[in-house]
């Protein structure tokens, strides 16, 4: 069940509660549901790609969906919309979060939960009127009371009975209108889970091998969320003015946290080096950190990228600049992905060849999206440090998105990036006369 934090908002009676309208306290809606014995029809609307969308539109009064369902929609909250947090959007916060709703670009999506306040249905959401979702609201209650009978008899039985009728429980509603079905069981029905493994202690079911495979995956999840983070902190430290050395102390001592990654993480985590080294047109410092990177992991298919199509770019910006040349188009940020072929464009050539034919598309380019051709330029531009071009595609990438999770997400990336190098190569460039 959803953790409680510490305050209350307003509790709503069953007497003033408008039937088919959504409730405003998510507590009172499922004291409400309790009472009367319905589901909750909980609602998180989201962001579509470039605008706000209504998501499953909770007011109604069909008479099926009052009788079954306590309505509760969770608003786009301060969070997604940048708004100053209220008591009541950090609540909201806490119920996205439980509920794995992205903050910054919240889907459409909904979910059933039963009158304890257990999640049984996640469903997809499309714009159109609650009434559009009976058959599948409908088919998803039978599956829950199939549920609830395996369960209710499971409580009769003992030993592998017992843990078959569990099992049954939960594959009930494993098929039909729900999805991520996984994350449903091991998110809220642990105890579940728990009792039936240990009914089953050879593992007739296999419940307790495909738990140990979704934990593997989880791991690697979390490894990922981890990844992102590193990457955030090595260009906060790249931003403050620190050095290749001070990248790689924390990249080390970052591998030396995280014994239990798997060979690839730790090698791209490595190959950080690589990046933050290129960023800084540090040549020498890049093919060192490519040395590196190749001897511990020699036999990997990303070492064997490395060699053969990095290295040569790393060997040729090296050879450019010492003739006093440097137009390498560079990567800008470290994303922990040196195995990607943008990292280093050694003569600029290919990035230039990319803009023009942005400017200037091939026939089937010609119907591709705008705001997509603005985010190509913005990138394109920041790689061969044309900042004050940089900026302008990002307010007319930024313009064209505006309210969007994702224009919001990469102007907040990108845009201290071009300020700085603005700075750096025009420092008045951007300030008000105020400003000085």
């Not at 257990?118 to 599948?136: F, G, K, T």
């Not at 049954?168 to 069981?185: E, Q």
């Not at 040549?283 to 040395?291: E, G, H, I, S, T």
């Not at 302008?392 to 969007?404: E, H, K, M, T």
Request: contains cysteine.
């Amino acid at each position: 069940m959803f953790p409680r934090i510490l305050f209350a908002i307003l509790l709503i009676i069953s007497g003033l509660a408008v039937a088919g309208t959504p409730m405003e306290d998510f507590d009172a809606a499922q004291q409400l549901a309790k009472r009367e014995k319905k589901d909750v029809l909980l609602s998180f609307p989201g962001v579509g790609p470039w605008w706000p969308t209504e998501g499953f539109y909770t007011e109604t009064d069909d008479p099926w969906i009052t009788e079954h369902f306590v309505l509760f929609e969770v608003p786009l909250n301060a969070s997604a919309s940048g708004e100053k947090a209220t008591p009541v959007d950090r609540e909201l916060v806490e119920l996205r979060k439980w509920y794995h709703q992205d903050l910054d670009d919240p889907s459409d999506t909904f979910f059933l939960l039963d009158p304890s306040g257990r999640p049984y249905a996640e469903l997809s959401v499309e714009e159109q009127p609650p009434d559009a979702y009976i058959p599948v609201l409908n088919e998803a209650q039978l599956r829950r009371a199939n549920r609830d009978a395996a369960f209710e008899q499971a409580c009769q039985a003992k030993g592998l009975k017992k843990a078959r009728l569990l099992n049954k429980g939960l594959l009930a509603f494993d098929a039909g209108p729900v999805w991520n079905y996984d994350f449903l069981v091991d998110q809220y029905y642990q105890d579940v889970l728990a009792e039936l493994i240990s009914n089953d202690p050879k593992d007739v079911l296999s419940q307790a091998e495909e738990l140990e495979e979704r934990k593997e995956f989880a791991k690697e999840m979390g490894a990922t969320e981890s990844l992102k983070k590193l990457a955030s902190d090595l260009n906060r430290v790249l931003e403050e003015g620190s050095d290749h050395a001070a990248v790689s102390t924390a990249i080390d001592q970052y591998l030396l946290r995280h014994p239990d990654f798997s060979v690839f993480n730790r090698q791209i985590v490595l190959a950080g080096k690589i990046e933050a080294a290129v960023i800084l047109r540090d040549y020498a410092a890049a093919q060192k950190a490519l040395d590196e990177v190749v001897s511990a992991f020699p036999d990997t298919e990303l070492s064997k990228n490395l060699k053969s199509n990095i290295l040569p770019e790393i060997e040729d910006a090296r050879k450019r600049l010492a003739a006093g040349i440097d137009k390498a188009a560079t990567i800008y940020a470290i994303r922990l992905d040196s195995f990607g072929g943008g990292l280093l464009d050694a003569d600029g050539i290919e990035t230039m060849e990319a803009l023009k034919g942005l400017d200037h598309p091939p026939d089937n380019m010609l119907g591709r999206d705008s705001i997509d051709v603005e985010f190509s330029k913005v990138d394109l531009h920041l790689r061969l440090r044309n900042y004050k071009e940089a900026l302008n595609a990002l307010d007319r990438f930024v313009g064209y998105g505006a309210g969007s999770g994702r224009a919001r997400h990469e102007d907040r990336e990108l845009r201290p990036i071009i300020l700085r190098g603005l700075n750096k190569k025009h420092p008045n460039e951007g300030k008000s006369p105020r400003d000085g």
